[in-house]
């Protein structure tokens, strides 16, 4: 069985390395231009930061004028563009640091108040405070599992008890 942080570690790890293969450098940042009616091309998603030459549409998509090759519509264009590869290597960063502020830590308290009964068990030490000892893996750290969801490697012990949305 995996671990939840390894589990989170690797679909980072994969959702860097995809967004790397991507764009990188002048080829990270991507925009959508579209008139937002339906036409043959539609819109092209495209790296402002590139060059205007026959390398400027390599990690892009792009209708030719002719109608052939299919362009992106505003919806999916908008979308496309706003997660680009730069924005995705930002996230994976915010979740890893998110990820690592909750932290898994042996600890041992007493059952109950005569302390006649040790327990030993994981918490999550950022969660735990004045509020008692909050079990690991937290809600916070389910949340960012429940991301990946629909990875063959999820568990479903994992799961928040909000459970997770489908789409």
Known sequence: MQRIEKFIEARLVEDETIARTAGEGIHARWAYDGDDTLSATGGEVYCPDAPRDGVYYENVTRGDE???????????????????????????????AIAGRHEAKNWEWYEDSRCLRM??????EECSGDIGDVLWPCDEIR?????????PDYQQEWAT???ESKP
């Open 143 to 151: 949340a960012l599992a429940a991301i990946w969801f629909d990875h």
């Open 161 to 163: 008890d909000q459970g």
């Open 66 to 96: 002719e109608g052939t090759v299919p362009g992106v519509q505003a919806e999916s264009g908008h979308h496309i563009a706003r997660h680009d590869p730069a924005r995705v290597l930002r996230q994976c960063a915010a979740l890893r």
């Open 119 to 124: 327990v030993s068990g994981v918490i999550c």
